[in-house]
């Protein structure tokens, strides 16, 4: 990203800006009314607590599945936008409760919002339960844009937050949003990932941890 584009991003925008997909790029350039249309009707059915199913999708929007995965690819590619679209809204929503503090404790603090926030959502732990191996995949890895857009996003809080050379200069920006993401992931799925009780509370002290807040 270059610098005239970091300074006009915003919590909202900058994670799609680092990491574009063909599907996002129909979504935002308003000349694909058929992708957008499956795509509300997708991410509706999402919101409900339903599985999003191609072929089902394909039915309530009258076309056969050849037009419908022509207009927004294959179902990993739609509900990563899904996903993403859900995630921007909490993360804008995180950012303003916590508009009174600065620093690593505001990313701190925005990040555990976020967490709590997906931990509570139940559609979104419908997901998860119903699609265990999918929404991790998907979620922590690179096989989807969606990890890779929490990572710009969380780089992008530090460095306005905490500069160019955060904690000292010990780490760089990417370094530590990495582990920032890394860390939120672990306690957000702690449940698929260890068997453990995901926690936003336990994800607080870390994050504080990490960036210094008590020290």
Not at 63 to 79: E, I, P, Q, Y
Not at 135 to 148: D, F, G, N, V, W
Not at 176 to 195: P, Q, W
């Amino acid at each position: 990203m270059t610098s005239t584009a970091a300074a006009s991003a915003t919590i909202a925008t900058v994670g799609s800006d680092a990491a574009p997909s063909w599907l996002s790029e129909r979504l935002a350039d308003g000349s694909h009314p058929d992708a957008r249309r499956a795509f509300n009707v997708a991410r509706d059915t999402f919101i409900a607590g339903r599985r999003i199913d191609m072929g089902s999708l394909a039915l309530s929007l009258g076309v056969d599945r050849t037009s419908l995965f022509r207009w927004v690819g294959n179902r990993d590619a739609l509900l990563s936008e899904v996903l993403w679209s859900l995630a921007v809204p909490t993360l804008v929503q995180a950012e303003h409760a916590n508009a009174d503090t600065t620093g690593g404790e505001r990313v701190a603090d925005i990040l555990t919002h976020f967490v709590d926030d997906l931990i509570t959502a139940e559609y979104f732990r419908q997901f998860i339960r119903r699609e265990p191996t999918r929404a991790l995949r998907m979620l922590t890895t690179k096989e989807s844009p969606i990890q890779r857009r929490y990572v710009a996003t969380t780089e992008w809080l530090v460095r306005r937050e905490l500069g160019d050379a955060p904690l000292d200069g010990a780490i760089d920006p990417a370094g530590l949003a990495y582990l920032l993401v890394r860390m939120s992931e672990s306690f957000t799925y702690a449940d698929l990932i260890s068997g453990d009780q995901p926690s936003s509370v336990r994800a607080r002290v870390a994050f504080r941890l990490l960036l210094r807040v008590d020290a």
